[in-house]
């Protein structure tokens, strides 16, 4: 298994040679021939060719939001309207698609958060300190990681049933904090982590928690912002869960929503999938950084 | 693993004066509560359940392998549903090939790498749930749906219709493809970067240049990430319900399409345990499930660091 502080320094590295790489196009570009050119303007065609093919579907969608009702029923369809519309948009400023929109924020916030700090503590625990039962613990982790989630699903069920908590929107945070991969991640990082600086701290009189939040966070963030993306991300289209979990409409969330409370107004729907679509985009673009750590975290690891 | 050497124990704990310190413990404690309740006890739960007749209303019965054989022997509709998760599994490699072939194409482009790695990766970052909801809105209407008729006009056969029973698996496998290929992409592609150049330059000496190069250098250099792609892959669509569901009910009036044309296996548990309350045979299929699952992911687990992609 990869060490995670030597997949950061390949990072760097990788990154140095982009640049050699970048010098390397520059002097190819400065020799042009013929044959290059037009080996390039193929490349592109087919670059462009595979981003339209990506696009139209999202496209439509976009363009589907300002059309009039009759327009989109029109036949044949067609890719732009005649006359474009703001009523649909006004949909998703309705009561109607706003409940189950907070409902769902307040669910994938919360469940983010204590997804970090659950799983962060624990897998600080496996990594930095030694006690009895911790390599039990740990394959207890590892191996739980093999078990698909279906297993898990008619159990909880019946548990949040016994604990008096179904159609809660507490059951839907519950039964998503403790994840076993999480756990993994974040212990196969802080493994990484220098002891001395951990000890520096304890010399200085910081308590155990003082030295996780003010030291072991701070260092750790790459991975904590990976987990954080990811819960929040299976969180937001947590579609399973809520299905047997909720029934009351006046606590589904968006996937239950938009499933079972479709508007008959094709436009109005678009613009409700596309506003569902807006707080996991920004989450992408503000942690991308740390989401193309996180593949290097889970998916390209070399083995060991 | 290297990285089990350098988390040496912390001197810290013995210097407590305890023989057992306690602290480690409080800070599993959460993560524990969570594991044994949702995790732990629900396996062995599940496992028991699956030699029962439990169906929530009357008190569960013992019958022994009945369920398992039910399915085995006398279920047409498992079979179908194994026929079904099947394709899914199969499709896994085209998804594939279209990843790699994305990230060779991306960075082999001298400008421009940023802008279309992100209009590829733009459908995979977007909400699944919404993805769902908008190819089912450009399915509906059967052979006059917005789909169909674009795909006419350029050039494929007139009036597909995508909602009903002949299309609808088909055509679930192929938009989770043009929606998904994202992440596999940025994977590769970081693959790719990671190829030493050297491997290239002394290739070259050797007359490996263009596709020699590309199966001689860059996929035996890849081999574990690829390796890793595809197995997860195939994990991740044994266990495809989500985009069923989403276009079987908005696109087609009818869960997971027509005639059962989409019952794949966890949706087969989700409706013999939710709809029918048969939670000792759905639970039954689960396992049956898992011991497939089990063996792909015994190979993940060698190929790749195992991490989120298993977990939840």
Known sequence: ?304 | MVATQQGGPVKHAKRTGRKVPVLPYVFLLPMMLSFIVFNLIPVFWSFGLSFTNYNLITPAHFVGGANYAHALFHSSLFWLAVRHTVWFVVAVPLGILISLSAAFLINALPWGQGLFRFIYYLPSALSSIAMGVLWAFLISFGSKSILSVVLHDIGFAAGLNFTGPGLFLVFVIFSGMLTGWGPGMVIFSAGLRGVNQEFYDAGKLDGAVGLKATWYITLPQIRLTLMYVVITGMIGSFQVFESLFVIGSLGTGQQFGPLNSGLTLVPLIYEKAFSYLQFGYASAIAFLMLSVILVLTVLAMRYGQGGQALGK
């Not at chain 1, 948009?89 to 997804?115: A, D, E, H, K, M």
């Not at chain 1, 839907?172 to 994840?179: A, R, V």
């Not at chain 1, 938009?258 to 008959?264: D, H, I, M, T």
Request: charged residues 10%; positive net charge.
């Open chain 1, 1 to 304: 298994m990869a060490n995670n502080v030597d997949s950061l320094r390949s990072s760097r590295l990788q990154a140095n040679g982009q640049q050699e790489a970048a010098i390397r196009r520059r002097q190819n570009q400065r020799r042009k021939v013929f044959g290059r050119s037009v080996r390039y303007f193929w490349l592109y065609v087919i670059a462009i060719l595979l981003a339209c093919i990506t696009a139209f579907p999202l496209v439509w969608l976009l363009i589907t939001i300002f059309k009039p009702t009759y327009e989109i029923y029109q036949y044949p369809p067609t890719l732009f309207a005649k006359i474009y519309t703001l009523s649909n948009l006004r949909y998703v400023l309705s009561g109607t698609f706003l409940q189950p929109f907070f409902n769902t924020v307040y669910i994938t916030v919360v469940t983010s958060i204590l997804q970090v700090l659950v799983n962060g503590l624990a897998g600080y625990a496996l990594a930095k300190h030694r006690f009895p039962g911790r390599t039990l613990i740990f394959y207890l982790f590892l191996s739980s990681m093999m078990i698909p989630f279906q297993i898990y699903l008619i159990p909880d069920f019946l548990i949040i049933k016994h604990l008096g908590l179904l159609d809660t929107r507490t059951s839907l945070i519950i039964s998503w904090i403790g994840s076993a991969g999480s756990v993994f991640l974040i212990r196969q990082y802080m493994l990484g982590l220098p002891d001395s600086t951990l000890e520096a701290a304890r010399l200085d009189g910081a308590s155990e928690w003082r030295t996780f939040f003010q030291v072991v966070v701070p260092m750790a963030t790459p991975v904590l912002g990976v987990v954080a993306i990811f819960s929040f991300f299976s969180q937001w289209n947590n579609l399973l869960m809520p299905l047997i979990l909720i029934h009351s409409q006046s606590r589904y969330t968006l996937p239950l929503f938009l499933v079972f409370s479709p508007s008959s107004n094709p436009g109005q729907n678009m613009a409700a999938a596309f506003v569902t679509s807006i707080p996991p985009l920004i989450v992408f673009l503000l942690l991308q950084r740390y989401f193309s750590q996180g593949i290097a975290l889970t998916g390209t690891g070399e083995q060991g």
